[in-house]
């Protein structure tokens, strides 16, 4: 999954978020840093029940905030949402986006123009991201 820290650049460049069904996101800055939230039709719960560990469904939480604009969430991008963002600014007719796995990681690669980028990460979604955010920075 990307890093909090990835996803506050992506936001930071530029990259819009419209949240949908199963969008994780982050909620920084209010002591939430470490967990990762996700937009869901149902809150679902564990729970010991009578002795035994059960799904709880529930409407709300006791520790609930009221409410957060959006603006205040930080979107941690899947995978393939992030392969879609990138390839949605690459100019059409280019060569489609590569991720190839490596020992130690990944590499993302694309061609601008008449040259071929590449990011390198340990994690897939890192690479994907860092193309995307070279992207968004430097307007290839």
Do not use: N
């Amino acid at each position: 999954m990307l890093s909090l820290s990835t996803a506050r650049k992506l936001k930071e460049a530029g990259l819009a978020w419209a949240p949908a069904l199963h969008d994780f996101f982050a909620i920084p800055d209010r002591g939430f840093d470490d967990r990762v939230f996700v937009f869901s039709d149902v809150f679902v719960d564990v729970a010991w029940y009578r002795g035994q560990l059960a799904a709880t469904f529930q409407g709300s939480v006791e520790w609930a905030l009221d409410h957060l604009l959006v603006t205040e969430l930080v979107w941690l991008p899947s995978e393939a949402q992030l392969r879609q963002e990138l390839e949605k600014r690459l100019a059409a007719g280019q060569a489609g986006v590569r991720l190839t796995g490596m020992p130690g990681g990944y590499v993302c690669e694309f061609r601008t123009g008449d040259r071929w980028l590449a990011f390198t990460a340990d994690d897939a979604s890192e690479a994907y991201a860092a193309a995307l955010l070279h992207l968004l920075v430097a307007g290839d």
